[in-house]
């Protein structure tokens, strides 16, 4: 929780320090950064939480961040190329029981085309049915949620019929 900030007009790296400081989390800065830290900015916040504010503050300015360990975030712009240069990439496998594993790579790959992040990159298995995907965190939780929603066994119908033979006779 951040108690109380208030700031008029200020450079937006002092609105960030402030933030930092009042937190105690350290804040470091990417070094091509100086003109949208110089940039004046307005601020009032109460009892706000962290995240919150710090959101508030980076995107109204075109920046992101990265926590780089509990104590400490790395502060930079919020472009592709500089996502692509600092995100966090990770690699997941899917094991698909119902799907087969080409028609998800290409319903994934129309799907996110148009995604700001830097795409993911996909190995498929034909063999064993699965997917392996490097992406970053947000990228593979969309990814999952699809493959999840999606991966269902056919539906069957199970007919129990039973055929007696009526003889009049007996």
Do not use: C, H, W
Not at 39 to 50: G, K, Q, V, Y
Not at 53 to 61: D, G, K, W
Request: no cysteine.
């Amino acid at each position: 929780i951040v108690p109380e900030l208030r700031f008029t007009n200020a450079a937006v790296r002092d609105v960030i320090l402030a933030i930092g400081r009042l937190t105690n989390i350290n804040v470091n800065f990417d070094q091509q950064m100086d003109a949208p830290l110089s940039r004046p900015f307005s601020i009032e916040t109460r009892n706000a939480p962290l995240e919150d504010t710090l959101t508030q503050v980076l995107q109204a300015n075109q920046l992101t961040f990265k926590v780089q360990n509990p104590t400490t975030i790395f502060v930079y712009q919020d472009t592709a190329q500089k996502r692509q240069q600092f995100e966090d990439l990770y690699m997941q496998t899917f094991y698909l029981s119902s799907l087969q594993v080409q028609a998800v790579q290409a319903a994934l790959t129309q799907l996110l085309a148009g995604s700001q992040s830097q795409p993911p990159r996909f190995s498929t298995n034909v063999d064993s049915n699965t997917l392996t995907v490097r992406a970053n965190a947000q990228m593979l939780g969309v990814i999952e949620a699809y493959i999840r929603s999606n991966d269902r066994p056919m539906p069957e119908v199970l007919v129990e019929a039973e055929i007696l033979e009526v003889d009049r006779a007996y």
